[in-house]
Nanobody, 123 residues
Framework: QLQASGGGLVQAGGSLKLSCAAS????????MGWFRQAPGKEREFVATISRGGGSTYYADSVKGRFTISRDNAKSTVYLEANSLKPEDTAVYYC??????????????????WGQGTLVTVSS
């Protein structure tokens, strides 16, 4: 089970740090990802991190502004979002990569979706 938190209302240019806590003992066995879904749009890839935390991969739209990290001792993955823009407004979800490629951006390769946390960026 995954539980995301840390969303909220922020002005453009501001920052938020999202957290996603996992229950169970197998968190460190999975590459983890963040996705987001804006109203009326499909869920899209944001970032992913390898199981050991040594490798990360970002969508072009957030590269240089967002940072994904994880703490396997706490079974938690984080997404630090800086220089937020109104177009970053969405529900943000974390998920475990169940597919064969750690750099996958496909929703279909991810599972155990958390309930999501809403990020709203005002202009």
């Amino acid at each position: 089970q995954l539980q995301a938190s840390g969303g909220g209302l922020v002005q453009a240019g501001g920052s938020l740090k999202l957290s996603c806590a996992a229950s169970g003992r197998t968190f460190s066995s999975y590459d983890m990802g963040w996705f987001r879904q804006a109203p009326g749009k499909e869920r899209e890839f944001v970032a992913t991190i390898s199981r050991g935390g040594g490798s990360t991969y970002y969508a072009d739209s957030v590269k240089g502004r967002f940072t994904i990290s994880r703490d396997n001792a706490k079974s938690t993955v984080y997404l630090e979002a800086n220089s937020l823009k109104p177009e970053d407004t969405a529900v943000y979800y974390c998920a475990a990569n169940l597919g064969p490629r750690w750099q996958s951006k496909s929703v279909a390769d991810f599972g155990s979706w958390g309930q999501g946390t809403l990020v709203t960026v005002s202009s």
